[in-house]
């Protein structure tokens, strides 16, 4: 491990739930955005690859989340909408980058959501380290 990475690392133990629910989004957002980078340039498989790791990282959304709360259940069915709204666009159904945009901006809006709520609420997800990230 380099030290970049191990450096990253360390960051990443050392934040709060709500920081590293926020991290998830963002890496979310920031792999669709990539998604729709490579669908212009037709580098179909960082295009793939961009999808698959943007699903992984809401199907770990949807494990973490803390059933005993009562948003969770509205979280799960959302986060299930956006795999398969990913997997239909992953299998060449709806390759328009407006589809990108739309699973994207969904994001973006649940992540502002959590941050502004960050500050008020109890935690609707229980976050774990299974270097999802990496």
Do not use: C, W
């Amino acid at each position: 491990m380099n030290g970049y990475q191990k450096y990253k690392e360390n960051s990443i133990y050392s934040m709060s739930g709500p920081e590293l629910l926020l991290l998830l989004y963002e890496e979310a957002i920031r792999r669709l955005s990539k998604a729709e980078y490579a669908l212009e340039d037709k580098e179909y498989g960082m295009f793939e690859d961009s999808l698959l790791r943007t699903s992984r990282i809401v199907r770990y959304l949807i494990d973490i989340l803390d059933m005993q709360q009562p948003i969770s259940r509205d979280l799960r069915r959302i986060y299930q909408y956006l795999i398969y709204d990913i997997s239909r666009i992953k299998a060449g159904r709806e390759r328009e980058k407006e589809e990108i945009g739309r699973v994207r901006r969904i994001l973006s809006e649940l992540k502002d959501a959590f941050d502004q709520a960050s500050l008020k609420v109890k935690d609707t997800h229980v976050v774990q380290n299974r270097g999802i990230l990496g």
